[in-house]
């Protein structure tokens, strides 16, 4: 799994593909293991290799940075995106709420970063410019936050057909019952400790408009065409609906 729309979309995707897996295989595996590719010590590969299949790994990483191995074994990798702003909205947050990573003084000072790609894990422009080339790919499946907002039962059955578990209509309801954003967010506390409120914050489409000035608007958009116009992703993205003030 890749995200590049903020904390709360890829923890929100490993508990929908967790759950895919109970319901459907009627197993659990008790991983104790970060599932971030980037984090942890460099023999926890070794220890992940332990646990039997299917194992979920995640990360934040360009896909130009990924690890060989994932393209050689031909692993299936799920991508979810979330519109600009609202990711650079969230990211935003995380980083003045969550006391382990470093703060911004102001909102213009974060906003300049993230524009420059100099945020940590980079630029998200180059993360879509590099996704973009590979969103037809057959291991690949692009989400976007927003169309899981709008409708998660079907983001339920796109996920389970990519993945080729075999819920019925009975089971993908409750699983999408289960995952709705305010009933994940309740639970926060409970499945992710204290980290998580921070990692579940608001989960709104639209955030952005709280923060961004007219002039942080015109640049977004400026960067947002640079990038992608006349793309696929810009498609899937809406940026039209989503992102005009």
Not at 89 to 95: D, E, L, N, V
Not at 137 to 158: I, P, R, S
Not at 164 to 192: G, L, N, Y
């Amino acid at each position: 799994m890749l995200d590049t729309g903020g904390r709360a979309c890829i923890n929100w995707l490993i508990q929908i593909v967790n759950d895919l897996i109970v319901t459907t295989l009627q197993t659990k595996h008790e991983n104790a293991e970060l599932p971030f590719i980037e984090c942890g010590d460099p023999e926890k590969f070794q220890r992940i290799k332990q646990f039997p299949s299917p194992r979920i790994v995640a990360t934040h990483l360009n896909y130009n940075h990924l690890p060989k191995s994932i393209f050689k074994n031909k692993a299936k990798i799920l991508v979810v995106f979330r519109n600009p702003k609202d990711a650079a909205a969230s990211f935003f947050h995380f980083h003045n709420n969550a006391p382990s990573v470093p703060s911004y003084n102001t909102w213009e000072e974060f906003f300049s970063e993230f524009m420059n790609g100099t945020v940590a894990w980079g630029s998200y422009f180059d993360h879509a410019v590099a996704w973009n080339k590979h969103i037809d790919d057959e291991n690949v499946l692009l989400l976007t936050y927003e169309d899981l907002k709008e409708d998660l039962l079907n983001g339920v059955k796109q996920i389970a057909e990519f993945f080729c578990f075999a819920p019925t209509m009975e089971q993908s309801q409750s699983i999408a019952d289960r995952a709705s954003f305010q009933v994940v967010r309740e639970k926060s506390k409970e499945t992710h400790g204290a980290a998580g409120p921070l990692l579940f914050r608001k989960g709104v489409v639209g955030d952005w408009k709280t923060l961004f000035s007219e002039s942080q608007n015109q640049k977004m958009d400026a960067k947002f065409k640079e990038c992608l116009a006349g793309t696929k992703l810009e498609a899937k993205l809406k940026y039209d609906v989503y992102c005009k003030a």
